[in-house]
């Protein structure tokens, strides 16, 4: 996937799921972790900063932000998600409703 979709992808979790987030520890420890990439990824995403012109390290921001988020939900950060639904979908976790199994690295 382009560093552009997993933005689009992780703007989302950001918006819409931020305050459910903050009420589950791995997750409120997720938003804490990356409380630069999350918003960036939204920047990115919603053309906020200019989508030709992202610096190596912010895309890296969102790309440890996406490979993260991957890790948690037990799937394939190479895989092609259409949205959040779809990686949501692809896990055989509850995600942010229940029980989250962090993959041991």
Known sequence: ?????????LAFLWVDYKEDMQNDPTWSEYLQYYDISLPLAYMFAFDVVDQNNISDLAATYIE???E?????LLIDSDAEYADLGACFEASPNDPLYGQIQVKEV
């Open 64 to 66: 440890e932000a996406w």
């Open 68 to 72: 993260s988020l991957c890790s948690m």
């Open 1 to 9: 996937m382009k560093t552009l979709d997993k933005a689009y992808i």
